[in-house]
């Protein structure tokens, strides 16, 4: 847990839905590359030529859990992805009600960097390429507590703005929007090297991952590592993963609200 500049990453809410959450992870994923993570019988000798193994057939793709009506809801006016950076945006900034919010947000290759983010929350680190924001100003706030240091209640007003945008967001239009998106999302997928993956399923997996986020009593304890960094001090919490780990620093209030707006987007895109 790093005492510099946030960063936040998260699920653009779905990339597009995908616009969204992807802000909620920024501070966590500042740091991540320094943090932690029957048997056979015998064939009779010469009478019988020894059989030929059994040819080994490769794993097929797994079946689609969550399947989209995407082609229904897809704009066959949609741009290549290499192209898809302005309507990405202007969508985003629509589902947001201007870019106020997204101010943090990296506009070239949009859709890319959230798609690859989101596919990294899950995970103990990432690698600098899969950032899609610009750090925050501001450090993560401590006080003294009970055993040592805890993350401050202040520092939940660095998440402020971020959890009132996702959480104001209509999960309905942002499902909308994404399946509109939804070609050039998977596209970017598949391009991230996973030729028989289906993001949906994967974005559900990672919605269902965060939604088991511990939602603790009190603040967590926290210590210095040996380059003066905030870590948490309890080891079963520093072992989460980034996206994780990213709703343990927000205060409980805005983990619930966060929960509840996870739940409404993963019903929309799987119903």
Known sequence: M??????????????VLGGAGTWLFRDQLQHLADSVA???QSAPTSAVAAPKPAATQEPGPSPIKHP????????????NLADSDAAAWSTVS???????????LLRDHLI????????????????????AFRPLPGSLQVEPGEGGE????????????YVQAFTALDPAAAAQAYKRFYPLIQQAYVDLGRPDGYFNDRLVTVIDHL????????APLLQR?????????????????????????????????????LRAIRAAITH
Do not use: C, H
């Open 2 to 15: 790093q005492s510099g500049k946030a960063v936040w990453p998260w699920v653009l809410g779905v990339v």
């Open 38 to 40: 029957v048997p056979e």
């Open 68 to 79: 989209l009506d995407s082609e229904a809801a897809a704009d066959p006016a949609l741009p």
């Open 94 to 104: 629509e589902l947001f009600k201007g870019e106020g919010a997204l101010t943090a």
């Open 112 to 131: 890319q960097r959230l798609v690859t983010q989101v596919d990294n929350l899950d995970k103990a680190s990432v690698p600098p390429t899969a950032l």
């Open 150 to 161: 805890r993350i401050a209640a202040a520092n939940a007003a660095r998440y402020a703005p």
């Open 211 to 218: 939604l088991d986020t511990p939602e603790l009593a009190q």
């Open 225 to 261: 590592d040996e380059r003066g960094r905030y870590r948490f001090a309890d080891a079963t919490l520093q072992s989460r993963s980034i996206g994780q780990k990213a709703l343990l620093r927000m205060d409980a209030a805005q983990v619930r609200a966060v929960k509840q707006q």
